[in-house]
T-cell receptor, first 113, second 115 residues
Framework: AQTVTQSQPEMSVQEAETVTLSCTYD???????LFWYKQPPSRQMILVIR??????QNATENRFSVNFQKAAKSFSLKISDSQLGDAAMYFC??????????FGKGTKLTVNP | DTGVSQNPRHKITKRGQNVTFRCDPI?????LYWYRQTLGQGPEFLTY????????KSRLLSDRFSAERPKGSFSTLEIQRTEQGDSAMYLC?????????????FGPGTRLTVL
């Protein structure tokens, strides 16, 4: 079984600045995958970035990157050059041992102009 | 690729009524998932299908809940004798099942309100 904890219910960032969202997880699986999903207000959830646990290199997708610390079971998301369109709920999720995703409670990101 | 679609987008019902939601996955996606999301929480897994076979069900899926995917394409989620605690957003996702672990693509959800 997996658990995912997002300790920051809300975060805010100035446009063009950088923000980091925290996530810790726990799993007994040796093979697992970690994800960050974005859920804009009243819109559907979309994948931001994924990380395979067996890969040591941190995943990056344009302005989004992760800091994956396997021993610490930490998986933070860094958003660089924040844009107004980045404002959303961000969910961290873990998948291992089965097909289901286990999500954290989410972090609401506000981007201030 | 038209994305995952869900209908209806909103449903208001009275306690004790039955409701049914439909999910159409991305074409040729073999796996289909149902999640429930309550206010202020992340989505919680309910069940998933590989083609028409229901392979995993959460303990959250009480006897009042039933899901089907009869031809391995669209899926329905039925809730019988709805309760106020069933009020939530019901999310559907699909994945291609082409690898060990595939990205799940989510639909817009069906928001259920039980009065």
């Amino acid at each position: 079984a997996q658990t995912v904890t997002q300790s920051q219910p809300e975060m805010s960032v100035q446009e063009a600045e950088t923000v980091t969202l925290s996530c810790t997880y726990d799993t007994s699986e040796s093979d697992y995958y970690l994800f960050w999903y974005k859920q804009p207000p009243s819109r559907q959830m979309i994948l931001v970035i994924r990380q395979e646990a067996y890969k040591q290199q941190n995943a990056t997708e344009n302005r989004f990157s992760v800091n994956f610390q396997k021993a610490a079971k930490s998986f933070s998301l860094k958003i660089s050059d924040s844009q107004l369109g980045d404002a959303a709920m961000y969910f961290c999720a873990c998948q291992g041992g089965s097909e289901k995703l286990v999500f954290g409670k989410g972090t609401k990101l506000t981007v201030n102009p | 690729d038209t994305g995952v679609s869900q209908n209806p987008r909103h449903k208001i019902t009275k306690r004790g009524q039955n409701v049914t939601f439909r999910c159409d996955p991305i074409s040729e996606h073999n796996r289909l998932y149902w999640y429930r999301q309550t206010l202020g929480q992340g989505p919680e897994f309910l069940t998933y299908f590989q083609n028409e076979a229901q392979l995993e069900k959460s303990r959250l899926l009480s006897d009042r809940f039933s899901a089907e995917r009869p031809k391995g394409s669209f899926s329905t989620l039925e809730i019988q004798r709805t309760e106020q605690g069933d009020s939530a957003m019901y999310l559907c996702a699909s994945s291609p099942a082409s690898g060990v672990t595939d990205t799940q693509y989510f639909g817009p959800g069906t928001r259920l309100t039980v009065l």
